[in-house]
């Protein structure tokens, strides 16, 4: 690697370390350490290899979702308010618990993250802005589950590609559906009987992994998905064919190519 390349990218560890460490009294002020025990991964919205403790947080802190962070061997996996926990169990494995509404204003100020989910907007109308970092009314057409109390969804019965619903969503101001957990999944299921929509994860070469927008792996494929399956033989596996995601009415994703089209659209704004 070029040298310079190199010792750029280690002041920019050192830098970021710095920051994280001298945040490290925010972390625990926005954390209780707990020794619960998470029963299953119904509600894991990422488990990925992380190097710092502080990393693994101030994911949990960025993603609205994050209720409960467990850092363990490096891995870190977070997890939603609906996680089962076994909060009596002798396990010692920590688990950070995010506090909602307690960090002050000026601490926020502090902490090199944008986009810091430290509210819960239980009242019906209203959805937490991830632009204004507050609670706002759900703009006209989206509504609210009372199981997702910070996100607010729309649906529409139209014929329209991965691009076109994704384009749609955007012209409300808003993106296409991200159910993170088998949860969610499950519920947007059991909500749209028949469901086949397009989820917000596309990739651009064959053999990535597919990603949230927010850079952590989706998981949940439906059995040997993603296939890249392709409708001419021989079969060319190095050509991407199938690139972007949907998710079937078992709650699973599969991968689609930008032929094909579905009749549900669900966007979601938060
Ligand atoms: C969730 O738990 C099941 C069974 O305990 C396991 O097979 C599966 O790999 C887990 N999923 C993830 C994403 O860790
Ligand atoms: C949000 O507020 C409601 C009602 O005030 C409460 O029942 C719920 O536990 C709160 N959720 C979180 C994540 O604090
Ligand atoms: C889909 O959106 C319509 C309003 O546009 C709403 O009445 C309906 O309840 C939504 N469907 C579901 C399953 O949420």
Known sequence: MNSLIKRVIICLGFLLNQILFTNSDLFSSAFMAKNYHILDNNSLLFKEFIKNKFFCLQACLMDIQCYYAKYDKNECSLFTIEAKIDPISLSDKKIYQKIINELLDEDIGMLPIQN?????????????????????????????????PNICYHN????????????????????????????????FAQKFPNLRAFVDSKITSVGKKYKWPDGSYVFGFSFWQPDNWQPFKPRRWWILWENFLEILSNGNFNDVSINHKNELTICQHN
């Open 116 to 148: 810091l989910f430290l509210e819960n907007c239980s009242n019906m109308d209203v959805y937490w802005s991830l632009t204004t970092n507050s609670c706002l009314p759900c703009k006209t057409g989206f509504m609210k589950y009372s199981e997702y």
């Open 156 to 187: 529409v019965s139209e014929w329209k590609s991965f691009d076109e619903s994704k384009t749609y969503c955007e012209s409300k101001d808003a993106f296409l559906l991200r159910p993170k957990t088998k949860k969610e999944r499950i519920f």
